[in-house]
């Protein structure tokens, strides 16, 4: 908001509510292309006259009924018109999402799909807007082992084929041509959301209780003071540690603070929060970079308090688990003895039971719905939130096997003994090695076979045409684009913050590649089981 206030915007409005006349100002209109928002729209200069006259900014291609709207308005009202391609949010420099909470249950629960139509043409075009925003015309490619994937990848393709043709530059240049787009379901990899995870920002999101990035605490001391803070890509301390182990996050903050005291001359207790406060006191036109180190103290603080009181053990039998090999790399052998003590420890919450259980079935590739029952009364989980187990299944999951196993293929997972890991942290998203494969052109055609038929060296041009007019996007514009190749990677129910992790860790290993990385929604491993719970829910 502030940033659009130092734009020189005097106010911000939701056009679904009442507003007070304000016909001396002119009016931006950044309208998602509804029959609604259109009409609401229409109704500001038709009915009353609401502004002196209007900029309007479609988020998408606007259907051709829809754009007829706009003819009800007087010319002399309407300066702009524009098609902006921002049908998503971009949550990080490579990192968006489509904030479509309601796909997750639309295409995985069969039971749901009133609404399944309507919903994929929506996040298509979406998807569709994200690879027009970044200049790209894409291969597509999608994980052939859940068939839905198959119906939305031809629906991306029939929307980017209309963007090619209002603007032919698109995706052009050899390296451009090598561009993919990739559409996972969240089934690829059901592990990893359930993991606790050690580096900051994926922790901080799991155990803090942050919502809406904003990270919410006590300064303590005798003058202790609620404060908060959003945790985004403005705060450069925080995108230096957010990829980071907290073990080395909280090394990091306390140095940062010793090299900023040094440089201002002001002798200090690197680890101490109580004398950074002194700091503030005595150096307040420094005040804004000494809080940024206070947060950040806080927050890697109370991350390892929380590791330290029980997350820890939680951590070292999901590794085992997962892995299916210790610390030291002996196989293990018996997984329930792992994890009984913790099931059974009323300290340990019931999520994190429900984590425990469904990643122990998993590893097994499902078991009886006996044995699940069994498991359930032994770490005293009432029969109520069974389903956020078994509903597992209709991500293509071997929960219960008593009708027998589903050929379920799973991935040869790579070495890496050449990288450093903790070992809270050996388990390495399975995102990673399709991304690495897919960059070094050794990703299974198979499983993720191209739509059309592997591309050639350059893109396919589509037919041009005038459908949009020349309102629809400044022409040139691309050339400010990055000219190397991207891997634009879609997973159907939820992205991890490990798995956004990922996107940045293999750009700097894969150069010139660039990975960007979104969901219909990012994901924590409690959100992750509270979708599982609801699955087979009846929706609004």
């Known amino acids: 908001m502030h940033d659009i206030l130092e734009e020189g915007i005097t106010i911000v409005e939701d056009l679904a509510k009442s ?17 609604e928002s259109i009409q609401r729209m229409v109704d500001d200069f038709t009915i009353r006259r609401q502004y ?51 796909t997750f249950f639309l295409y995985f629960n069969n039971a749901n799909q009133g609404g399944l139509a309507v919903n994929l043409e929506r996040i298509a075009e979406q998807i569709a807007t994200i690879c027009a925003t970044l200049g790209e015309y894409p291969a597509l490619r999608y994980r052939s082992d859940f068939d839905r994937n198959g119906e939305l990848v031809q629906l991306v393709n029939q929307k980017l084929d209309k963007y090619k043709a209002d603007d032919p530059s698109m995706g052009e240049g050899a390296e451009k041509a090598r561009s ?4 996972i379901d969240r089934g690829f990899d059901a592990v990893t959301p359930l993991l606790h995870e050690c580096t900051l920002q994926a922790m901080c999101h799991d155990l803090l ?28 301390l925080w995108v230096e540690n957010r990829h980071k182990h907290i073990a080395v996050v909280s090394h990091d903050v306390s140095k940062s603070m010793k090299k900023f005291s040094d440089a201002k001359g002001v002798k200090a207790d690197s680890n101490s929060i109580k004398d950074l406060s002194m700091m503030i006191k005595k150096m307040p036109q420094f005040q804004k970079e000494l809080n940024n180190i206070s947060t950040h103290l806080h927050l890697a603080g109370e991350c390892m308090k929380q590791y330290q009181q029980g997350v820890d053990k939680l951590c070292k039998v999901e590794q085992d688990l997962a892995m299916q090999v210790d610390a030291e790399g002996e196989r293990v052998k018996d997984a329930m003895k792992l994890m009984v003590p913790l099931l059974i420890d009323p300290a340990v919450r019931q999520e994190d039971r429900l984590r425990l259980i469904l990643l122990y079935i998993l590893t097994k590739n499902g078991i009886t719905d006996e044995n699940l029952n069994k498991l359930l009364q032994h770490a005293n989980i009432p029969m109520a939130e069974k389903e956020s187990i078994t509903n597992a299944g209709f991500l293509g999951l071997n929960i219960t096997t008593d009708s027998g196993r589903k050929k379920v293929w799973v991935p040869t997972r790579k070495e890496r003994a050449n990288e450093q890991v903790y070992q809270s942290s050996r388990w390495v998203p399975v995102i990673k090695d399709i991304v690495e494969d897919a960059c070094d052109d050794k990703l299974d055609a198979k499983h993720f076979p191209f739509l059309n038929g592997k ?6 041009r ?6 949009y007019g020349q309102w629809h996007k400044e022409r040139g514009q691309q050339a400010a684009f990055r000219s190397g190749p991207r891997l634009i990677i879609f997973i159907v129910g939820g992205v991890t913050y490990s798995e956004m992790r990922v996107a940045y860790e293999v750009s700097k290993d894969k150069k010139p590649w660039e990975v960007v990385i979104g969901s219909d929604q990012i994901i924590t491993p409690d959100q992750f089981v509270s979708n599982m ?8």
């Open 19 to 35: 507003r007070e006349p304000l016909p001396s100002l002119e009016a931006i209109y950044l309208l998602t292309p509804t029959k």
């Open 52 to 102: 002196k006259c209007a900029h309007i900014f479609f988020t998408e291609a606007c259907p051709d009924d829809l754009f007829k709207m706009l003819g009800k308005i007087s010319s002399k009202y309407l300066k702009t018109c524009k098609e902006i391609n921002i049908a998503f949010t971009p949550y990080e420099s490579q990192v968006y999402t489509l904030d479509s909470p309601d």
């Open 180 to 183: 993919q787009l990739i559409i």
């Open 209 to 236: 209780g942050i919502e809406n990035d904003i990270y919410r605490y006590e300064t303590g001391g005798g003058e202790s003071v609620d404060k908060e803070v959003l945790l985004d890509e403005n705060d450069e």
């Open 455 to 460: 591309p050639s060296s350059q893109a396919a």
């Open 462 to 467: 589509a037919p041009t045409s005038a459908r």
């Open 533 to 540: 719970r609801d699955l087979n829910k009846p929706r609004d």
